[in-house]
Protein backbone atom coordinates (compact mmCIF):
# COMPACT_ATOMS: atom_id res chain seq x y z
CA UNK A 1 0.00 0.00 0.00
CA UNK A 2 1.59 2.99 -1.30
CA UNK A 3 0.90 5.48 1.74
CA UNK A 4 2.79 8.66 0.08
CA UNK A 5 1.70 8.35 -3.88
CA UNK A 6 3.78 11.00 -6.92
CA UNK A 7 1.42 10.45 -9.45
CA UNK A 8 3.48 11.94 -12.11
CA UNK A 9 6.66 9.99 -12.69
CA UNK A 10 8.01 13.07 -15.01
CA UNK A 11 7.70 16.53 -15.46
CA UNK A 12 9.24 19.20 -18.21
CA UNK A 13 9.36 23.12 -17.69
CA UNK A 14 11.19 25.73 -19.63
CA UNK A 15 13.50 27.53 -17.79
CA UNK A 16 12.57 30.71 -15.84
CA UNK A 17 8.78 29.17 -16.09
CA UNK A 18 7.59 27.74 -12.54
CA UNK A 19 7.88 24.15 -11.55
CA UNK A 20 5.27 22.33 -9.28
CA UNK A 21 5.59 19.13 -8.02
CA UNK A 22 2.78 17.22 -6.37
CA UNK A 23 2.51 14.51 -3.83
CA UNK A 24 -0.65 12.88 -2.02
CA UNK A 25 -0.71 10.91 1.00
CA UNK A 26 -2.92 8.49 2.82
CA UNK A 27 -1.76 8.35 6.39
CA UNK A 28 -3.50 11.00 8.18
CA UNK A 29 -1.17 10.20 10.97
CA UNK A 30 1.71 11.68 9.05
CA UNK A 31 2.36 15.18 10.77
CA UNK A 32 6.08 15.94 9.20
CA UNK A 33 6.88 16.25 5.14
CA UNK A 34 9.79 16.79 3.16
CA UNK A 35 11.27 17.17 -0.07
CA UNK A 36 14.22 15.59 -1.01
CA UNK A 37 16.00 16.05 -4.46
CA UNK A 38 18.10 13.31 -6.04
CA UNK A 39 20.99 13.29 -8.94
CA UNK A 40 22.32 9.68 -10.38
CA UNK A 41 24.32 8.13 -8.48
CA UNK A 42 24.04 10.56 -5.16
CA UNK A 43 22.00 10.31 -2.47
CA UNK A 44 18.72 12.58 -1.92
CA UNK A 45 19.25 16.24 -0.76
CA UNK A 46 17.41 17.76 1.53
CA UNK A 47 15.44 20.93 -0.08
CA UNK A 48 12.48 21.98 2.25
CA UNK A 49 10.30 20.88 5.00
CA UNK A 50 7.08 21.40 6.45
CA UNK A 51 5.43 20.39 9.54
CA UNK A 52 1.18 19.90 9.81
CA UNK A 53 0.58 22.89 11.79
CA UNK A 54 1.52 25.41 9.18
CA UNK A 55 0.14 25.33 5.12
CA UNK A 56 2.76 27.02 3.47
CA UNK A 57 7.13 27.00 4.08
CA UNK A 58 9.35 29.14 1.83
CA UNK A 59 12.97 29.02 1.35
CA UNK A 60 14.36 31.21 -1.42
CA UNK A 61 13.06 29.72 -4.90
CA UNK A 62 11.30 26.52 -3.21
CA UNK A 63 8.09 26.47 -1.62
CA UNK A 64 6.05 23.73 0.00
CA UNK A 65 2.29 24.26 0.21
CA UNK A 66 0.30 21.55 2.56
CA UNK A 67 -3.52 21.16 2.47
CA UNK A 68 -4.18 18.70 5.16
CA UNK A 69 -8.09 18.31 4.26
CA UNK A 70 -6.87 16.95 0.68
CA UNK A 71 -3.71 15.46 2.30
CA UNK A 72 -2.18 16.64 -0.57
CA UNK A 73 1.18 18.59 -0.76
CA UNK A 74 3.25 20.31 -3.22
CA UNK A 75 6.68 21.90 -3.98
CA UNK A 76 7.00 25.11 -6.17
CA UNK A 77 10.32 25.80 -7.77
CA UNK A 78 10.82 29.27 -9.40
CA UNK A 79 12.15 30.43 -11.49
CA UNK A 80 13.13 27.01 -12.69
CA UNK A 81 16.73 26.16 -13.52
CA UNK A 82 18.69 23.39 -15.62
CA UNK A 83 20.39 22.60 -12.42
CA UNK A 84 16.76 21.98 -10.78
CA UNK A 85 16.74 18.69 -13.73
CA UNK A 86 16.83 16.07 -11.04
CA UNK A 87 14.40 13.18 -9.33
CA UNK A 88 12.60 14.84 -6.23
CA UNK A 89 10.92 12.47 -3.94
CA UNK A 90 8.40 13.87 -1.34
CA UNK A 91 8.39 11.97 2.42
CA UNK A 92 6.67 11.63 4.86
CA UNK A 93 6.75 10.87 9.03
CA UNK A 94 4.71 10.36 11.69
CA UNK A 95 4.72 11.40 15.24
CA UNK A 96 7.04 14.56 14.92
CA UNK A 97 9.98 13.15 16.24
CA UNK A 98 10.01 9.81 14.48
CA UNK A 99 12.67 9.37 12.13
CA UNK A 100 11.00 6.78 9.84
CA UNK A 101 10.75 8.24 6.43
CA UNK A 102 8.26 7.05 4.07
CA UNK A 103 8.88 7.96 0.22
CA UNK A 104 7.35 8.75 -2.70
CA UNK A 105 7.86 7.11 -5.60
CA UNK A 106 9.50 10.25 -7.17
CA UNK A 107 8.86 12.90 -9.73
CA UNK A 108 11.67 13.39 -12.85
CA UNK A 109 11.81 17.28 -13.17
CA UNK A 110 13.52 18.48 -16.51
CA UNK A 111 14.38 22.07 -17.15
CA UNK A 112 14.30 22.73 -21.08
CA UNK A 113 16.60 25.84 -21.66
CA UNK B 1 31.44 19.82 8.08
CA UNK B 2 31.93 16.43 6.59
CA UNK B 3 28.55 14.88 5.13
CA UNK B 4 27.35 11.22 5.45
CA UNK B 5 30.35 8.76 4.21
CA UNK B 6 28.81 5.54 3.12
CA UNK B 7 31.51 2.78 2.53
CA UNK B 8 31.86 0.67 -0.08
CA UNK B 9 30.35 2.78 -2.48
CA UNK B 10 30.34 0.14 -4.95
CA UNK B 11 30.09 -3.71 -4.29
CA UNK B 12 29.52 -7.31 -6.10
CA UNK B 13 28.73 -10.42 -4.21
CA UNK B 14 27.11 -13.39 -5.41
CA UNK B 15 23.32 -14.97 -3.96
CA UNK B 16 24.25 -16.67 -0.62
CA UNK B 17 26.64 -15.00 0.71
CA UNK B 18 26.72 -12.41 3.45
CA UNK B 19 27.38 -7.69 3.12
CA UNK B 20 28.18 -5.39 5.41
CA UNK B 21 28.04 -1.69 5.17
CA UNK B 22 29.31 0.70 6.96
CA UNK B 23 28.14 4.55 6.97
CA UNK B 24 29.78 7.25 9.29
CA UNK B 25 26.92 10.14 10.36
CA UNK B 26 27.78 14.08 10.40
CA UNK B 27 29.71 14.68 13.15
CA UNK B 28 26.89 15.63 16.30
CA UNK B 29 24.44 13.34 15.00
CA UNK B 30 23.54 10.71 16.99
CA UNK B 31 20.69 9.32 14.81
CA UNK B 32 21.67 6.65 11.14
CA UNK B 33 18.76 5.21 9.17
CA UNK B 34 18.96 2.83 6.62
CA UNK B 35 17.09 2.98 3.31
CA UNK B 36 16.58 0.66 0.18
CA UNK B 37 16.34 2.14 -3.16
CA UNK B 38 15.25 -0.26 -5.88
CA UNK B 39 13.28 0.26 -8.87
CA UNK B 40 10.32 -1.04 -8.19
CA UNK B 41 9.97 -0.49 -4.89
CA UNK B 42 11.63 2.89 -4.48
CA UNK B 43 13.13 4.17 -1.42
CA UNK B 44 12.02 1.82 1.39
CA UNK B 45 12.74 2.41 5.25
CA UNK B 46 15.19 -0.58 6.70
CA UNK B 47 15.47 0.35 10.21
CA UNK B 48 16.82 3.21 12.73
CA UNK B 49 19.42 3.41 15.53
CA UNK B 50 20.06 6.17 18.20
CA UNK B 51 22.63 5.93 20.57
CA UNK B 52 23.11 2.54 19.82
CA UNK B 53 19.49 1.10 19.97
CA UNK B 54 17.55 -0.02 17.51
CA UNK B 55 14.46 2.38 18.00
CA UNK B 56 12.61 2.10 14.42
CA UNK B 57 12.11 -0.91 11.93
CA UNK B 58 10.90 -1.18 8.34
CA UNK B 59 8.69 -4.31 7.03
CA UNK B 60 12.68 -6.52 5.85
CA UNK B 61 12.95 -10.03 7.04
CA UNK B 62 15.39 -10.41 9.67
CA UNK B 63 18.15 -11.07 7.21
CA UNK B 64 18.52 -7.39 7.17
CA UNK B 65 20.67 -6.25 10.54
CA UNK B 66 22.32 -3.46 11.83
CA UNK B 67 24.22 -2.02 14.92
CA UNK B 68 25.46 1.31 15.57
CA UNK B 69 28.57 1.85 17.70
CA UNK B 70 28.96 4.33 20.66
CA UNK B 71 30.73 7.08 18.29
CA UNK B 72 27.19 6.79 16.39
CA UNK B 73 28.83 5.22 13.52
CA UNK B 74 26.34 2.29 11.93
CA UNK B 75 26.83 -0.87 10.03
CA UNK B 76 24.53 -2.84 8.16
CA UNK B 77 24.16 -6.56 7.46
CA UNK B 78 22.73 -9.02 4.94
CA UNK B 79 23.16 -12.19 4.86
CA UNK B 80 22.46 -15.15 2.58
CA UNK B 81 22.36 -12.63 0.02
CA UNK B 82 19.24 -13.13 -3.10
CA UNK B 83 19.22 -11.78 -6.75
CA UNK B 84 16.10 -9.52 -4.98
CA UNK B 85 18.66 -7.70 -2.78
CA UNK B 86 20.67 -5.16 -5.39
CA UNK B 87 19.87 -1.89 -4.49
CA UNK B 88 21.14 0.94 -3.86
CA UNK B 89 21.38 0.91 0.45
CA UNK B 90 21.20 4.58 1.57
CA UNK B 91 22.50 5.99 4.83
CA UNK B 92 21.14 9.18 6.60
CA UNK B 93 22.00 10.68 9.47
CA UNK B 94 19.77 13.35 12.30
CA UNK B 95 20.23 14.87 15.36
CA UNK B 96 17.43 12.09 16.05
CA UNK B 97 14.74 14.48 17.80
CA UNK B 98 12.36 14.76 14.37
CA UNK B 99 15.29 16.70 12.81
CA UNK B 100 16.16 16.72 9.03
CA UNK B 101 17.57 13.51 7.89
CA UNK B 102 20.93 14.18 5.74
CA UNK B 103 21.91 11.38 3.26
CA UNK B 104 25.23 9.82 2.15
CA UNK B 105 25.74 8.69 -1.65
CA UNK B 106 25.02 5.41 -0.95
CA UNK B 107 26.64 2.02 -1.60
CA UNK B 108 25.49 0.03 -4.72
CA UNK B 109 25.19 -3.85 -4.57
CA UNK B 110 25.31 -5.55 -6.97
CA UNK B 111 23.96 -9.39 -6.36
CA UNK B 112 24.46 -12.06 -8.83
Known amino acids: DQQVKQNSPSLSVQEGRISILNCDYTNSMFDYFLWYKKYPAEGPTFLIS?????DKNEDGRFTVFLNKSAKHLSLHIVPSQPGDSAVYFC????????????FGTGTRLTIIP | KAGVTQTPRYLIKTRGQQVTLSCSPI?????VSWYQQTPGQGLQFLFE???????NKGNFPGRFSGRQFSNSRSEMNVSTLELGDSALYLC???FGSGETQYFGPGTRLLVL
Open chain 1, 91 to 102: AASSNFGNEKLT
Open chain 2, 92 to 94: ASS
Open chain 2, 27 to 31: SGHRS
Open chain 2, 49 to 55: YFSETQR
Open chain 1, 50 to 54: ISSIK
